[in-house]
C-alpha cells in the first residue's frame, strides 16, 4: 500500500479526493547538523503487518518500515536498535523512554497528535475501489456509483466515508474485510471499497482469483483516514523529530524511498 506520488499531495478531482497537511507544530531546525549526534537510535515495531513489518522465513524482522528505519540510521551515521513489541505496547514504550521513535505504521490522527509528535510523513494509506476486470469501466464518483452495490467492512473508517459520500449506493456492509472481499470475487457486490494498500496485496495473490483490479483514483480525506504514515516520536525530546526529519528528505531526495516502495509494494497504490 509508485513513485513520488507516495511523497507528494495528489490534486484529484472526485469528491473528498484532497489532501491537507499535517497540523502546524513548532518550528524545527534546518538540518540534522543543528543537533546533537546521536550514536544510537531506539526503534520500536511489531512484527504481524507485512509488508510493513514483519518475520521473513528466518525468523528475521525486515518489511518496509524495517528497512526504512535503517536508511535513516545509515543517513545519520548511526547504530540501528531496532526492537519488536506488540502493538498495543509501542506508544508505551516512547512514553516510558525506552524507545526514541516507532516505525509501524501508524496514521497522523488528531487524537495521536494529543500526546505524540509525529515526523513529517512518508506514506499515505489512502482508500480505493475494485471492481470486476470484465465489468464496463465507470466513473467513479457518488454519481456514477449510485444504486451500485458496494462490499465494504463494517464499522470501519472506509464504512463511513462510503456513508457520508456515497449515500444513494447500495452500500453493504460485512463483518470483516475477507467477507467484503469475497463478495466482489462471487459477484454479490459491484464494487469493493476498502484500504488502497492491503487491496494492492489482494488484487496480486491468489484469493482474489485475478478476477479484479483498481477502479477509479486514492481517496485522501484526513477526516477518515488520517494525515499519512510516519514515524511517532515522544514530546519530552525535542531533538528526535528534525533530527529523522532530516533524515526522511536525505532519504527520499537520494531515491532510496522509492526503491523502498518500489521493492515492497507490488502495485501502484496510487
Same mark, same amino acid.
Given at each position: 500500500?509508485?513513485?513520488?506520488?507516495?511523497?507528494?499531495?495528489?490534486?484529484?478531482?472526485?469528491?473528498?479526493?484532497?489532501?491537507?497537511?499535517?497540523?502546524?507544530?513548532?518550528?524545527?531546525?534546518?538540518?540534522?547538523?543543528?543537533?546533537?549526534?546521536?550514536?544510537?537510535?531506539?526503534?520500536?515495531?511489531?512484527?504481524?503487518?507485512?509488508?510493513?513489518?514483519?518475520?521473513?522465513?528466518?525468523?528475521?524482522?525486515?518489511?518496509?518500515?524495517?528497512?526504512?528505519?535503517?536508511?535513516?540510521?545509515?543517513?545519520?551515521?548511526?547504530?540501528?536498535?531496532?526492537?519488536?513489541?506488540?502493538?498495543?505496547?509501542?506508544?508505551?514504550?516512547?512514553?516510558?523512554?525506552?524507545?526514541?521513535?516507532?516505525?509501524?505504521? +501508524?496514521?497522523?490522527?488528531?487524537?495521536?497528535?494529543?500526546?505524540?509528535?509525529?515526523?513529517?510523513?512518508?506514506? +499515505?494509506?489512502?482508500?480505493? #475501489?475494485?471492481?470486476?476486470?470484465?465489468?464496463?469501466?465507470?466513473?467513479?464518483?457518488?454519481?456514477?456509483?449510485?444504486?451500485?452495490?458496494?462490499?465494504?467492512?463494517?464499522?470501519?473508517? +472506509?464504512?463511513?466515508?462510503?456513508?457520508?459520500? #456515497?449515500?444513494?449506493?447500495?452500500?453493504?456492509?460485512?463483518?470483516?474485510?475477507?467477507?467484503?472481499?469475497?463478495?466482489?470475487?462471487?459477484?454479490?457486490?459491484?464494487?469493493?471499497?476498502?484500504?488502497?494498500?492491503?487491496?494492492?496485496?489482494?488484487?496480486?495473490?491468489?484469493?482474489?482469483?485475478?478476477?479484479?483490479?483498481?477502479?477509479?483514483?486514492?481517496?485522501?480525506?484526513?477526516?477518515?483516514?488520517?494525515?499519512?504514515?510516519?514515524?511517532?516520536?515522544?514530546?519530552?525530546?525535542?531533538?528526535?523529530?528534525?533530527?529523522?526529519?532530516?533524515?526522511?528528505?536525505?532519504?527520499?531526495?537520494?531515491?532510496?524511498?522509492?526503491?523502498?516502495?518500489?521493492?515492497? #509494494?507490488?502495485?501502484?497504490?496510487?
Amino acid at each position: 500500500m509508485v513513485l513520488a506520488m507516495v511523497m507528494t499531495a495528489v490534486a484529484l478531482p472526485a469528491v473528498a479526493q484532497t489532501q491537507r497537511g499535517r497540523p502546524p507544530t513548532a518550528a524545527a531546525p534546518a538540518d540534522a547538523s543543528d543537533l546533537p549526534r546521536r550514536v544510537v537510535l531506539r526503534f520500536v515495531t511489531d512484527n504481524d503487518y507485512p509488508p510493513f513489518n514483519f518475520l521473513d522465513e528466518d525468523g528475521a524482522l525486515t518489511g518496509f518500515n524495517v528497512d526504512l528505519a535503517r536508511a535513516i540510521c545509515l543517513e545519520l551515521q548511526a547504530t540501528c536498535d531496532i526492537k519488536m513489541r506488540p502493538w498495543a505496547e509501542l506508544m508505551l514504550a516512547l512514553k516510558r523512554g525506552e524507545a526514541d521513535a516507532v516505525v509501524a505504521g +501508524h496514521t497522523i490522527t488528531a487524537q495521536a497528535l494529543a500526546e505524540f509528535e509525529f515526523t513529517d510523513r512518508y506514506l +499515505h494509506t489512502p482508500g480505493r #475501489f475494485a471492481g470486476q476486470r470484465d465489468k464496463r469501466q465507470i466513473d467513479i464518483t457518488p454519481e456514477g456509483l449510485d444504486g451500485k452495490r458496494i462490499a465494504v467492512a463494517r464499522g470501519t473508517a +472506509h464504512e463511513a466515508f462510503l456513508r457520508a459520500f #456515497f449515500r444513494d449506493s447500495a452500500i453493504q456492509a460485512f463483518e470483516n474485510a475477507d467477507l467484503a472481499r469475497d463478495a466482489l470475487v462471487e459477484g454479490k457486490a459491484d464494487f469493493l471499497f476498502d484500504d488502497g494498500v492491503g487491496l494492492s496485496f489482494w488484487l496480486n495473490g491468489t484469493l482474489s482469483k485475478q478476477c479484479c483490479e483498481f477502479r477509479g483514483g486514492p481517496f485522501f480525506e484526513p477526516k477518515f483516514f488520517g494525515d499519512g504514515i510516519a514515524i511517532a516520536v515522544s514530546r519530552s525530546d525535542p531533538q528526535i523529530r528534525p533530527l529523522l526529519n532530516t533524515a526522511l528528505r536525505r532519504v527520499r531526495q537520494s531515491g532510496r524511498l522509492e526503491e523502498l516502495v518500489q521493492r515492497y #509494494f507490488p502495485l501502484k497504490v496510487y
